[in-house]
């Protein structure tokens, strides 16, 4: 019994030694020193990912909340007699992040003697098993530094935008496109000075894109305020919301469908800029705003800094539609000289502080276009509230089918003689006078008829009883 129970603890030391063998061999680093000279060379992991949030301020959402996948994936280099790791992954909608690293050899140089990944396609599968194949765009990051070494591997980076060009063509397989849950990595190979090794495909499970409902949330921080409209309307802000691709801030009901838009601005370390936050509806008894910038000022913020946004005006929109005319007289006087242009001044609307005049036609040298000249400009001028808040679009781009019906502001419709709606033409910004202009020009030249301009739902801005600021921060992860 004693003689059978020594066995056994043999054994298990045995093992056990093996697994702290093994487990060293894996840990240990060479003994000779990384010339620091020709290699960005690290001391600690945590070093190494703050470089890699300096080259894709993205990576900070993921990093913060937990996002990150280790991965498992070795590769023998043989012919290098070097191991190629793929460390990290994250997918962010289309894009993926791939950490990697390969081991550095004595006689190496600089970055140049160690094989880099090149991918080339990227083949991406649906949650239905239907594939798609496309090019791999690699997106080189905000820093010019390419690698980091650190306990004697080189660590490297990419991320990837699939570009399927004319394989995505119909809408059912954009959805499919966004349902993908696996990445294969397709024609790709290991570069360096002394050659190419071409690879098998790697492959990745990801997180598929939640595209019909509200996308699970990661993390939410309260807010719990009160926005009070100047219509007397009362709208709650709940909570703000982080979830994969983006974030919202919750509101607790349905807003009215007129008002189209908010305005504020962000404030990090008194540095001030307006934004605007559109609101979106969830379904038949609940609206969100949406958060995208406020996204993106959270990646470039730091733990020091002091962050806040605000709610400071609402725009409404009017169900009105007004309209002037231009004389085809007056278009053939335009083409007979059309340096001088023809100068009206005519006055379509002066209501809700919102003025718009039909300031004639005009040619804009600056951009080699001519065409029907309006100012459009809310009166009286407010602090921090821009006009391009009411920048206006034309008509046919919209339908009812294919928008959100809170997109459809500030339109702008032409029909000639006949009354047929022209399509042919589009809207850009001047900037001759202080107020803002806008030039209707046609991509073929003015058409030489009467021609009939109705501008529909115009917006106007007005100040909340009260601003709202709320602190600008990531909440903790779960």
């Not at 919301?241 to 962000?266: H, P």
């Not at 996204?295 to 009105?320: C, K, P, Q, Y």
């Amino acid at each position: 019994m004693n003689s059978k129970w020594g066995k056994i603890m043999m054994g298990a030391a045995l093992l056990i030694g093996f697994v702290i063998l093994t487990q060293f061999k894996k840990n240990a680093e060479p003994a000779w020193k990384v010339n620091a000279e020709n290699f960005t060379v690290l001391d600690n992991w945590e070093e190494l990912m703050d470089f890699e949030k300096m080259k894709y301020n993205e990576l900070k959402f993921a990093d913060h909340f937990n996002l990150f996948k280790d991965s498992d994936i070795s590769v023998p280099l043989s012919n290098e007699h070097r191991t190629l790791r793929i460390e990290k992954t994250w997918n962010n909608g289309f894009q993926l992040y791939v950490l990697y690293s390969v081991d550095l050899k004595e006689r190496d140089k600089n970055e140049g003697d160690v094989p880099r990944l090149n991918v080339e396609k990227i083949k991406v599968t649906s949650t239905q098993s239907k594939e798609f194949l496309g090019n791999a765009e690699i997106y080189p990051g905000e820093t010019s530094s390419r690698g980091y070494v650190y306990k004697h591997r080189l660590y490297s980076s990419m991320m990837i935008h699939p570009e399927f060009n004319n394989a995505v063509n119909s809408q059912e397989d954009w959805e499919e496109v966004m349902k993908s849950n696996r990445y294969e990595l397709n024609d790709i190979s290991m570069i360096s000075k002394n050659g190419i090794i071409n690879l098998k495909p790697i492959a990745f499970q990801v997180e598929p894109a939640q595209i019909k409902g509200l996308p699970k949330a990661i993390a939410s921080t309260p807010i719990n305020q009160t926005l009070h409209i100047n219509n007397g309307d009362k709208i709650n802000l709940k909570n703000m919301e982080f979830y994969q691709i983006g974030s919202r801030i919750m509101l607790d009901k349905k807003i009215d469908k007129d008002l189209v838009t908010l305005i504020g601005e962000v404030n990090i370390n008194n540095r001030k800029h307006p934004v605007e936050y559109e609101i979106e509806s969830l379904n038949e008894s609940e609206d969100f705003i949406q958060g995208y910038s406020l996204m993106s000022e959270l990646f470039n913020i730091e733990e020091a800094d002091e962050g806040s946004f605000s709610i400071t005006h609402s725009v409404h929109r009017t169900n009105n539609e007004y309209s002037f005319s231009v004389p085809k007289i007056d278009i053939e006087k335009y083409n007979a000289n059309q340096a001088e242009g023809v100068s009206k001044n005519e006055l379509v609307v002066n209501e809700n502080g919102l003025n718009v005049v039909y300031e004639g036609l005009y040619r804009d040298d600056a951009n080699n276009q001519g065409g029907i000249k309006f100012s459009l400009e809310t009166l009286p001028k407010q602090d921090s509230i821009q006009d391009f808040f009411i920048y206006p679009r034309p008509s046919y781009h919209f339908s009812p089918q294919s928008y959100d019906e809170r997109y459809a502001k500030n339109l702008v419709s032409v029909r000639d003689s006949s009354g047929k709606p022209l399509e042919e033409f589009d809207i850009t910004q001047i900037y001759q006078d202080e107020k803002p202009s806008f030039l209707i020009y046609f991509y073929n030249g003015l058409p030489v008829e009467d021609l009939f301009v109705t501008l529909s739902n115009l917006t106007h801005i007005e100040p909340l009883k009260q601003k709202v600021v709320v602190p600008l921060k990531l909440p903790p992860a779960k």
